[in-house]
């Protein structure tokens, strides 16, 4: 029996030629002399037969079998015997099964990077290709016409006075050139987030009518290694085919922190970056008018080669807004919003120190919002007033208290209200409320003192007792604490360590500022280049750090004991009625 299965594969040719036959049969055929020449091809094995045979009335003259996984060592010599013409293939047969199961690896690899590409850029469009090639390609982004203007953006005079030069440069390079002058590479802009930078980089583009090229350092470092040494050549090049342009990196840091400074062995595709980075700016020469603006919070850990001279060697700080700039502030993004007379801009501006350009700006999108939803056609100072609590405490939450933990935060919230009002040093009690919103139980709020710079020391303990005030009372009233005091005891101890180890303010550790356990960007390097606190310094700070924070309960609970009757008014009023406004309060506790 030659040809078992006759399940036929070629169909071409009407006529079948060929069958499977298994790898026995195909022994038992080579063994009887039956075969006369075969092919092999890996483990596939396609042969002639000397006769042809019939089977089931078809003419059969070729086979197709596979051979064993195990090597049959008996095969080849036998072939030799029968004298059978053996040819070797080495060009596999094409199969898509085993191309496939080959490729899968590749195609899931593929798929997730499509699937990330399109969650980093909604919206980008039907064809997920597209976008992974644009994102290859080009990732900073590219204003050619930039119309923001020094107007749009509000107080930084000083910033704008420096950054005016730049655009005078930019506009007639040959000028100053002639003169002499020399063009300002790189400038760095210094500030918290949301003062302004990049809105003050986009205004210089503006006034200049210069191209905007901008990138997030932080998209520099992807995924793979040299992406981010190559995005920045890709910058630089398209920067340097126009005339004239502003380059702008924001978080510089993110790519600028020194070399060398992590633990345990830098990171190579960020440090690769920043290389590039500094050749980039090395590579300029006189014809390229490119100025690059650079952002950061964080000069402190930039890596120095990145300040030095035709680098980044010119430095503007964008401060947080004083008074009249939030005023300002307030009155740009209003602009073209339809805000109600009785807005009483200079009142917010009062209200809102420690805000942002970019809180400003929120606070006053926050509540046309709220004018919109009301259905009415102006924004009024009412909607201003509940949008600067929604950005504050959070929108109010509909979570219901039980009487008892409403109790207990009420008990709290008094404490806190009290030792607040009773205090000297204290900041003057605004409003008080046990009502739930966002991550809070309830709140009390001090009216911001209005921009002071310097705290006192004597400002910074009464400042400490009213944190504890909340702990306080609960310990007093209710015999015993809970968690709702965790936010209170974590900022109470941080304020307290600063006073002792960094603003000199303990009279056991003197005038002294220690890094210990402040915020230090380089633990690698400190803890090889040894930061000289000693360990007997850890602990005395510790201890004093204790020390102060016992005293300020100590002083809170006093407080409270000695005004217990208006301790439990407070605590009953604001059972009643949950929230006490300014007036309220005055009448409660002075009258
Ligand atoms: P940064 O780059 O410093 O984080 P941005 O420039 O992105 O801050 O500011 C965010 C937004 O805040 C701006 O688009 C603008 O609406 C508002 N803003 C911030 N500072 C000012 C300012 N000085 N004048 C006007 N608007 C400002
Ligand atoms: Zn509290």
Known sequence: MLLVAATTIYELGGTTTSSIIDYTTFYAALEGGGIKSVVMRGDEVEGKLAPPRVVDGVEVTSFHTTLPSREDATLLPLMRDKGVIVRIDDERKFSWTRELAGLLPWLLILGAWFWMSRRAMPGSGQNPLAGVLSKQGKRFEEETAVDVRFDDVAGLDGAKRDLGEIVDFLREPERFERLGGKMPRGVLLVGAPGTGKTLLARAVAGEAGVPFFSIAASEFIELFVGVGASRVRDLFRAAKKAPHAIIFIDELDAVGRARGAGLGGGNDEREQTLNQLLAAMDGFD???????????????????????????????????????????????????????????????????????????????????????????????????????????????????????????????????????????????????????????????????????????????????AVLLGGYAAEKLVL?????????????????????????????????????????????????????????????????????????????????????????????????????????????????
């Open 479 to 591: 015999g015993e604490v809970s968690t709702g005091a965790e936010n209170d005891l974590r900022e109470a101890s941080h304020l307290a360590q600063r006073m002792v180890g960094q603003l000199g303010m303990s009279e056991g550790l003197g005038p002294v500022f220690h890094e210990h356990r402040s915020e230090h960007p380089f633990l690698g390097a400190r803890i090889a280049t040894d930061s000289g606190v000693s360990d007997a310094t850890v602990y005395a700070i510790e201890r004093e750090t204790q020390r102060l924070l016992s005293e300020a309960e100590g002083s809170a609970r006093a407080t409270l004991t000695n005004h217990r009757q208006r301790l439990d008014a407070l605590l009953e009023a604001l059972l009643e009625r949950e929230t006490l406004d300014e007036e309220g309060l005055a009448t409660l506790l002075c009258g």
């Open 286 to 464: 006189r014809s390229d008018h490119v100025v690059v603006l650079a952002a950061t919070n964080r000069p402190d850990v930039l890596d120095s080669a990145l300040l030095r001279p035709g680098r980044f060697d010119r430095r503007i700080v964008v401060e947080l807004p004083a008074r009249a700039a939030r005023e300002a502030i307030l009155r740009v993004a209003s602009r073209g919003k339809p805000v109600a007379v009785d807005v009483d801009y200079a009142a917010i501006a009062g209200s809102t120190p420690g805000l942002s350009g970019a809180d400003l700006a929120n606070l006053v999108n926050e509540a046309t919002l709220r004018a919109i939803r009301r259905g009415a056609d102006e924004v009024h100072g009412s909607d201003f007033a509940l949008a600067y609590d929604k950005i504050l405490l959070g929108e109010p939450s509909d979570s219901h208290l039980a009487p008892a933990e409403k109790h207990r935060v009420a008990v709290h919230e008094a404490g806190h209200a009290l030792v607040a009002h009773v205090l000297d040093g204290a900041s003057p009690l605004r409003r008080v409320s046990i009502l739930p919103r966002g991550r809070t139980l309830g709140a009390t709020q001090q009216a911001p003192r209005s921009d002071t710079h310097l705290h006192t020391k004597s400002e910074l303990l009464a400042r400490l």
